[in-house]
């Protein structure tokens, strides 16, 4: 069996265009490297950061990066999808067919993709502020009710 794989098209400048974190690229063409015909490639966090010596949040990032860029899709925990413009293929036919399948919004060579991907890490980016603005005030709430309650203690005697 070949390892030769085709792909219908060559990404490599939409992929420099993206500036994606230097770990995202890693895992990218890890992940690429062993994933199936047709870009299935069943793997865990753990395992991809032991392969290239990353830290899980490192792992994390870059996955969430990747899924930002539409370039790889989690399916589920241990099994990932790696965009039909990207994932090898057995013949280039095959290649072809799976492109021509996909939808107009999972497409790297879509007008404004690079800028879809520089709006998803902002707005990703804002929604984690937000999250980090949430737990903040609940901590500070909590801190509050904290001292509230120690003030409002007598001593018994």
Do not use: C, W
């Not at 992940?31 to 949040?57: F, K, V």
């Not at 099994?79 to 021509?100: C, K, R, T, W």
């Amino acid at each position: 069996m070949s390892t030769l794989r085709f792909a219908a098209v060559n990404a490599d400048g939409l992929l420099s265009d993206l500036d994606l974190p230097p770990a995202a690229y890693r895992v990218l063409l890890k992940l690429r490297s062993l994933s199936e015909p047709g870009g299935r490639i069943l793997i865990d966090q753990a395992t991809i950061g032991g392969l290239l010596e990353l830290s899980r949040p490192s792992v994390n990032a870059a996955l969430r990066s990747l899924e930002l860029a539409k370039l790889v899709r989690k399916v589920r925990n241990g099994v990932y999808q790696i965009n039909p413009m990207l994932a090898g293929y057995n013949s280039f036919e095959d290649a072809v067919a799976a492109v021509n399948e996909m939808s107009a919004d999972e497409r790297l060579d879509a007008r404004g993709y690079v800028a879809s991907y520089h709006q998803a890490v902002a707005e990703y980016q804002d929604q984690l502020a937000e999250q980090r603005k949430k737990r903040a005030a609940v901590a500070a709430a909590k801190k509050a009710a904290e001292s509230k309650r120690r003030r409002t203690l007598h001593a018994v005697g």
